[in-house]
């Protein structure tokens, strides 16, 4: 096969490989679109009802912004809560999957559990866990808890996996155990990138929060969407102006505590 691609031919003519991937993803896009089955008329036609809709949205009804400041401490406390739940159990399992650390069979396992994880949908995690616990935070908590295991395990993994191997190599040779080298070898190393990927999740855990409040989880998403639910949409649209206030500092303050965490 690297014979057929170094041939005199593509030697020659270098405009062929660029051409015969593009024609291929052209391929893969119009597959993909014709498995859509978009209907572009009724797109077409459907602006009127887009714009209705937009339209009721404003103005914004700010008699309602004491009960979405309420809504959106709740959804900050969930996800303060949930991320860090999820960041302490993510830490053992990122650590069970890497391949620098673990045994074939422990990673293989660790592995299944992310995967497992990832593989249920925050709305389902959110239904289970008002079926347990009832309508309210405490579900909102315990889904984002679950669902940030399934993401910040992976990315714990991936940072661990690219750790310098010399440190590790230097410490097995003077005869340490899996933990030493977990404890002194890769923990200095991956905690600013850690740090890091927690703030991001943390972030995104707000959004996430909001979403969750769809089935009755708590936070502001659960008033967006009895605000909805009784069209009232002016008073949805005080609730999204709301987060998205409070969304936008946070990702300020944590960009920039993140470009810290990377020059340490």
């Given at each position: 096969?690297?014979?057929?691609?170094?041939?005199?031919?593509?030697?020659?003519?270098?405009?062929?490989?660029?051409?015969?991937?593009?024609?291929?993803?052209?391929?893969?896009?119009?597959?993909?679109?014709?498995g859509l089955k978009v209907d572009f008329e009724l797109l077409q036609n459907s602006?009127?009802?887009?714009?209705?809709?937009?339209?009721?949205?404003?103005?914004?009804?700010?008699?309602?912004?004491?009960?979405?400041?309420?809504?959106?401490?709740?959804?900050?406390?969930?996800?303060?809560?949930?991320?860090?739940?999820?960041?302490?159990?993510?830490?053992?399992?990122?650590?069970?999957?890497?391949?620098?650390?673990?045994?074939?069979?422990?990673?293989?396992?660790?592995?299944?559990?992310?995967?497992?994880?990832?593989?249920?949908?925050?709305?389902?995690?959110?239904?289970?866990?008002?079926?347990?616990?009832?309508?309210?935070?405490?579900?909102?908590?315990?889904?984002?808890?679950?669902?940030?295991?399934?993401?910040?395990?992976?990315?714990?993994?991936?940072?661990?996996?690219?750790?310098?191997?010399?440190?590790?190599?230097?410490?097995?040779?003077?005869?340490?155990?899996?933990?030493?080298?977990?404890?002194?070898?890769?923990?200095?190393?991956?905690?600013?990138?850690?740090?890091?990927?927690?703030?991001?999740?943390?972030?995104?855990?707000?959004?996430?929060?909001?979403?969750?409040?769809?089935?009755?989880?708590?936070?502001?998403?659960?008033?967006?969407?009895?605000?909805?639910?009784?069209?009232?949409?002016?008073?949805?649209?005080?609730?999204?102006?709301?987060?998205?206030?409070?969304?936008?500092?946070?990702?300020?303050?944590?960009?920039?505590?993140?470009?810290?965490?990377?020059?340490?």
């Open positions: 096969m690297s014979k057929s691609f170094n041939s005199p031919f593509l030697h020659r003519h270098p405009w062929v490989m660029p051409l015969l991937i593009i024609l291929i993803m052209l391929g893969v896009y119009t597959w993909a679109l014709q602006w009127p009802y887009i714009t209705d809709f937009i339209v009721r949205l404003f103005p914004p009804d700010w008699k309602v912004v004491d009960i979405a400041i309420k809504a959106l401490i709740e959804t900050i406390q969930m996800s303060l809560w949930g991320t860090s739940i999820g960041a302490i159990l993510s830490l053992p399992i990122a650590v069970a999957s890497s391949n620098n650390v673990a045994p074939l069979w422990l990673r293989w396992l660790a592995n299944l559990l992310q995967n497992s994880v990832r593989s249920v949908p925050s709305i389902i995690l959110g239904l289970i866990f008002v079926a347990a616990t009832g309508l309210g935070a405490p579900a909102g908590t315990l889904a984002l808890s679950i669902y940030t295991i399934g993401y910040l395990a992976k990315f714990y993994q991936q940072a661990i996996e690219s750790v310098d191997s010399r440190s590790l190599e230097s410490l097995q040779v003077i005869g340490a155990s899996r933990m030493q080298m977990a404890h002194y070898g890769i923990l200095p190393q991956v905690l600013p990138l850690g740090l890091g990927y927690t703030l991001w999740m943390f972030e995104y855990n707000i959004r996430a929060a909001s979403v969750l409040g769809v089935v009755g989880a708590g936070g502001i998403g659960f008033q967006l969407k009895s605000y909805i639910d009784g069209f009232e949409y002016n008073k949805a649209t005080t609730m999204m102006l709301v987060l998205l206030v409070v969304v936008t500092v946070i990702d300020i303050f944590s960009s920039k505590l993140r470009r810290h965490l990377d020059s340490m």
